[in-house]
């Protein structure tokens, strides 16, 4: 079994740069899939970024690639997120997730979420 416990959430301007952690707890936190989601209000949750067990393996949605930035550290079972260029619609609460399997989009499929950390982007 594993916690997640997101970080780094704020409000930042279009343009800016946020840093999103997702501190996991347990021995076993290198062995899970990680994945990114996020829901804004009125809209259903989407998956936006999640990298493999032992990081060799990542997968980006459409819409944050080239601007976003998944990466991990298993020595100190964390797993983050940087976030370039923000833009308006990417605001929302954002989630990471934990999955035994490599399955990046499918939410269903992740069995441990964090309780999310909200970002706004904002003139």
């Known amino acids: 079994q594993v916690q997640l416990v997101e970080s780094g959430g704020g409000l930042v301007q279009p343009g800016g740069s946020l840093r999103l952690s997702c501190a996991g707890s347990?021995?076993?936190?290198?062995?899970?899939?990680i994945g990114w989601f996020r829901q804004a209000p009125g809209k259903e949750r989407e998956f936006v970024v999640a990298i493999s067990s032992v990081g060799g393996r990542t997968y980006y949605a459409d819409s944050v690639n080239g601007r976003f930035t998944i990466s991990r550290d298993n020595s100190k079972n964390v797993v983050y997120l940087q976030m370039n260029s923000l833009k308006p619609e990417d605001t929302a609460v954002y989630y990471c997730a934990a999955s035994t399997t490599w399955t990046p989009t499918t939410a269903t499929l992740y069995q441990y979420w964090g309780q999310g950390t909200q970002v706004t982007v904002s003139a």
């Open positions: 347990g021995r076993t936190f290198s062995s899970y899939t």
